[in-house]
């Protein structure tokens, strides 16, 4: 029998969107809870962690964006099909995780001059060098025109299509110099499932 | 057939630290490469992402602590029995990263100021919250006396167990108010298998602000 699933997060893609899309492939029904901002600290303290997302699976909850996620793609087939293969997905989750930090230490920085120089930084340097080792793993596997790890689609993919998402609010056509990853990201969208996903889910900056 | 397994990390315990746990506590051989700070330079290009620490496994390369964790745990049996289980150890993992991943950014601080006011929020607000949320969820599984996820250790313990010994650098004794945490962490040191790689461990610095800087 399907468990009842709740996702609780704010009204964002932001972190519980990989669980969305994860919920979107498999075709699982979910309630989509979103709260308002000013709602968040009466929510707060009933969290396990004081943090959002939260999914209750039958009630009981489950923290952290990514803690979700596996449970979710291991639940449903996209968490990679060997023990190795799941370290590959996990490697490159945390990959993505390490390029979206950076941007939102800029974000927040106040003084003016630093942030210009911190983003030029992230933009000219540190992102690019990212994008070129997830492009070379890439093109190890099927030489760059299937997915990250294996044959079929995993949790890998969907972050990193999320993940460009996120670092497209702030940084340009980030995908530009990088062809494979830039067709990946449009094969990953353009699934049926969740190309009906993106066309649904409410407008939302990030 | 048994794996050849190769950790690549600094001469420190840091990033590296959990997976030398689990090697010990599943009593499996690998080879512990450390390189000094200097040597970094050398060792980055290759690297998959320019970061380390990495695990070869039969000579294949695995990055991202956390990952590198979590397959090691998985291959050891330590990585919760169940899929529900998987998922609380999983987010206990990510739990210590939001423990710790800030004591970083504020040791790399530069202005005075946002320095000690960060430092404040971590340690009036930040830590409690996060120290009392761990602890509520050992002292529900046999009333503190047992470990994080069901009935025996799993890589989550390894994982609360190293950073309560991360997070003096920043605030001092971190589980005066904590007591089943500070006696989680006094069992957790006296396993057979894991006193005896404290006792052998090198004695290197525990924490400095070159941790973050494996990063391009």
């Keep these: ?206 | 057939m048994a794996h050849k397994y190769k950790l690549i990390y600094f001469d420190r315990r840091g990033r590296g630290e959990v997976a030398r746990l689990l090697f010990a506590a599943a009593g499996v051989e690998y080879e512990d490469f450390r390189f000094k700070k200097e040597e970094w330079p050398k060792y980055k290009g290759t690297t998959p992402f320019g970061q380390c620490p990495v695990l070869e496994v039969d000579g294949k390369p695995l990055t991202q602590s956390n990952a590198i964790v979590r397959h090691l745990a998985r291959e050891f049996g330590l990585a919760g029995k169940t899929a529900w289980d998987q998922a609380q150890v999983d987010m206990i993992l990510e739990t210590m990263q939001d423990i710790a991943n800030p004591i970083s950014v504020i040791c790399l601080c530069k202005d005075e100021e946002e320095k000690h006011a960060l430092k404040a929020t971590y340690e009036e607000e930040t830590l409690p919250r996060y120290l009392e949320a761990v602890q509520k969820i050992l002292a529900a599984n046999k009333d503190g006396k047992g470990f994080l996820v069901g009935d025996e250790m799993t890589v989550a313990d390894l994982s609360l167990f190293w950073t309560l010994d991360c997070i003096p650098v920043m605030v001092k004794n971190p589980t005066a108010k904590f007591p089943k945490l500070q006696e989680f962490r006094d069992r957790i040191a006296a396993v057979p298998n894991i006193a005896a790689w404290l006792e052998k461990l090198p004695k290197t610095a525990d924490w400095d602000n070159s941790n973050v800087e494996h990063n391009p």
């Design chain 1, 1 to 206: 029998m399907m468990p009842n699933y709740k996702l609780k997060y704010f009204n964002f893609r932001g972190r519980a969107e990989l669980a969305r899309l994860v919920f979107a492939v498999a075709e699982v029904e979910y309630e989509d809870i979103r709260f308002a901002v000013e709602d968040w600290p009466k929510i707060k303290p009933t969290t396990p962690f004081g943090q959002a997302p939260v999914l209750e699976v039958d009630g009981k909850p489950l923290a952290q964006s990514s803690a979700i996620a596996r449970y979710l793609g291991k639940e449903y087939g996209l968490a990679g099909k060997t023990n190795w293969e799941q370290a590959q997905v996990d490697m490159i989750m945390d990959t993505m995780e390490d390029i979206l930090t950076p941007m939102r230490a800029i974000h927040f920085c106040k003084d003016e001059q630093q942030k210009a120089e911190l983003q030029k930084k992230y933009q000219e340097e540190t992102l690019p060098n990212y994008l070129k080792g997830l492009e070379t793993f890439l093109c190890g596997n099927n030489g760059g025109d299937g997915y990250f790890v294996g044959s079929e689609l995993t949790l890998a993919d969907l972050t990193f299509m999320h993940y460009t998402g996120q670092v497209e609010v702030f940084v340009p056509n980030p995908l530009a110099k990088f062809p494979k990853l830039q067709a990946l990201r449009e094969r990953v969208e353009e699934l049926p499932k969740i190309a009906a996903w993106i066309a649904k889910r409410p407008k939302t900056l990030r």
